[in-house]
């Protein structure tokens, strides 16, 4: 069976797809996402894919026979600016302060590319976030406490940033942890790397 590699140092993305039960191992892209900034108020789901596309193409000449999962996630508002991961805890709280009482969105991009040929298919995941009007205190505290630094947004729902929000309107939860299993499982069974039609 050839390898399937993911594109991908996240522990979160690793952990989601050990979910599905098909062998797999990790490999650290070698693509700079940052120098795509300047594309970034391209349309949101064009751009998700781009970046996973990038990811997974980083690593096709040494997993020449292997099939390659990549996806990255961007956060969309309120407006249209995108979130990066915020890196330090006053970019952290800035973000959690400008989302405070607002809707966004979180749109996932997810390739499965076949090293080989060079065929790839994808799919998009978004989920639609409300948080509650939270204050900067709250904000803070929570940021210290559980330093969300790598996530865009400045939050996990695997931890007490659950308490943040007052709605989220989803079709695949893990979506938000950052690699939508539903979609993933789908493009893996097409690939025949998951039983099933």
Not at 18 to 23: A, E, F, H, K
Not at 45 to 69: C, M, Q, T, V, Y
Request: glycine share 8%; net charge neutral; with cysteine.
């Amino acid at each position: 069976m050839r390898n399937l590699v993911l594109a991908s140092t996240s522990r979160y993305r690793r952990e989601l797809l050990q979910r599905l039960d098909v062998p797999f191992f990790t490999a650290a892209p070698a693509y700079d996402e940052r120098a795509e900034d300047a594309l970034r108020r391209a349309r949101r789901p064009e751009f998700a894919l781009r970046l996973a596309l990038g990811k997974a193409e980083s690593l096709r000449s040494a997993n020449s026979d292997a099939w390659i999962l990549g996806a990255d996630q961007v956060a969309v508002g309120p407006g249209p600016e995108l979130l990066h991961k915020p890196g330090t805890e006053d970019q952290a709280i800035a973000q959690l302060m400008r989302l405070s009482g607002a809707t966004f969105q979180l749109v996932t991009g997810v390739v499965l590319l076949d090293a080989a040929s060079g065929a790839s298919d994808t799919a998009v995941d978004v989920q639609t976030l409300t948080m509650r009007a939270y204050g900067e205190d709250e904000a803070a505290a929570y940021v210290r406490r559980y330093q969300p630094l790598d996530c865009a947004g400045s939050f996990r729902i695997e931890d007490a940033g659950i308490k943040l929000f007052a709605r989220i309107d989803s079709g695949d939860f893990t979506g938000i942890i950052g690699l939508p299993l539903i979609a993933v499982a789908r493009l893996l069974r097409t690939a025949g790397l998951l039983p099933g039609p």
